[in-house]
């Protein structure tokens, strides 16, 4: 099983839990995705209670702050909206941590067809759960990410 899967999505409106690939898919492959500044590691989710690669992680990064949080029709009031809600993109002004411990995820953030996921949320000092829907191209830290991203490759970007 891959440790990671991106791709760029189709417009449909369609369930927001289905992946939503383009025809013909069109994966983004790890190392384009560092270049953006995605981090991810692949973690032991069996034992992130003693994970000490998981401590040294929280540690280098500063996330001091840590919770965990079971999503599923049976757990979460007002589910379907709350869906919604996480699924329209959107922007943080901090960093956006997640570790799925049991389930899976797409980003943008909804569940897929299972229903279920158990995430710990990661940040650094208290959390802000502030999400700034796109478009957001003057918001500081979408500003900060395209000045930060054009230094990495060489040229300005334009915010799209």
Known sequence: MAILQAWFMDNSHEDPQLPHHRNPYEFVSPDHLAELGVLHWKL??????????LEHIRATR????MDLLDLCPEKVENYEQKL??????HIHADEEIRYCLEGRIYHRFTLDTSN????????VGEPVWTAFNRPQEEHP??????????EKIGMPLEAH
């Open 44 to 53: 032991n989710p069996e034992k992130y209670e003693e994970d000490e690669e």
């Open 62 to 65: 500063g996330y001091n702050y």
């Open 84 to 89: 919604k809600n996480f699924y329209t993109e």
């Open 116 to 123: 279920y996921i158990k995430l710990m949320r990661l940040f």
């Open 141 to 150: 830290a979408r500003r900060k990410y395209i000045v930060n991203f054009g």
